[in-house]
């Protein structure tokens, strides 16, 4: 396979912007490869500046679940285009988008929109000290809620494939605050609350962890969670902005049957235009200005542009037995790719939670971040790069989820485990 176009765009990028990505996931370090230079993608097919084509399981991590360039997303986008980009003025599609978020989130009365999951989880945390009065903060290892100075603290994602435990630049002062525990360790959890439950403003969780590879809640973990911010006057946070819309159209949370006080979201409510909202009951979101004093806003927030390929993206999401087939496919993909591990004799363990997957180099369970950390991760970045020369293109860290979309045909999914069959047989 040849990268040549790619491997010039990347020396010429690297002098001008660092590590020459925009954001670190972006990078292949890890296992040892450049990033592959993307021209065009459609469908479940992503096309590199070389004419290479893939297919696409990083799904701009998350957000692609109807596929690239969905035709009713388009029409959507080139509608909104032609009335203009941004007013800084509110417009219909906001309301709109608010109450399809509203109506498909259990726990959400009440909405704001952002232009990130980073924004949504920072603003998720200052509406809960606001609301308590309180400063403290549990978060669990290994999950990530974007890169907000109080959230930085042994977390996921690409701070995960980095290695690094948290980052320069952020003050002592700050992460004293945050409280960082094993995530599904519910013993852990119950001592924390039971020595300071009283001080904690919230609790943060990703419900269903999709930032260390892909970790389920084990049974009881979010339960305690909800249980004992309850009894302490803590609020529980759900990041959802990987999960929402993915594992079920009403979150983990409608999964599971768990409601959170504030839901953070992102990812699939912007169809692949930058979005994040953060929402809850009427009476915790209505301290947020200008109803109340907690202060947060944002220049693009609720863009026209973003608003309507995100209606769209619900829309398509609504239709009868979406989610049934999304699933099928994942679990395909999952038995699939575990049935081809063992027969080479190679020691996996697969997760699945509605349309997303994780394939872990491990013998043993993975329940936390710690588990995630002691998978195989040589083996891991062989297997990607055997995976990318077939023409699978995976998320480039054991770290991270594969996620599926209504554009994968059966077709990829057995082109994909087939491809995988051959890369085992080489490790
Ligand atoms: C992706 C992600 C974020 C950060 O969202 P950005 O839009 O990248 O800022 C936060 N929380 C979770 C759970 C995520 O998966």
Known sequence: MKREKSQNLFNKTLDIIPGGVNSPVRACKSVGEDPVFIDHAEGCMIYDVDGNSFIDYIGSW??????HRHPSVIRALASALNRGTSFGAPTALETTLAKMVINAVPSIEMVRMVNSGTEA???AVRLARGCTGRDEIIKFDGCYHGHADTLLVEAGSGV?????PGSPGIPESIVRHTHS?????????????DDMGDRIAAVIV????????LVPPVKGFLEILRKLTEQHGALLIFDEVMSGFRVAYGGAQSLYGINPDITCLGKIIGGGLPVGAYGG?????EHIAPQGQ???AGTLSGNPLAMAAGIETLLELKKPDFYKKINQKAKRLADGLKTAAEKKDIKVQVKSVGGMLCLFFSDKDVKNFDDAKNCDLDMFAAYYKGMLKKGIFLAPSQFEAIFISAAHKNEDIDKTIKAAEKVFETL
Request: charged share 15%; aromatic share 6%.
């Open 62 to 67: 998350g957000p692609m679940i109807l596929g």
């Open 121 to 123: 989880a920072m603003s």
């Open 160 to 164: 995960a494939t980095l290695g690094i």
């Open 181 to 193: 525990l094993p995530f599904n360790n519910i013993d852990s959890f119950q001592r924390l609350m």
């Open 206 to 213: 990703e419900p269903v962890a999709g930032n260390m590879g």
């Open 281 to 285: 009951r009427k009476k915790i979101m």
């Open 294 to 296: 907690i202060y947060q």
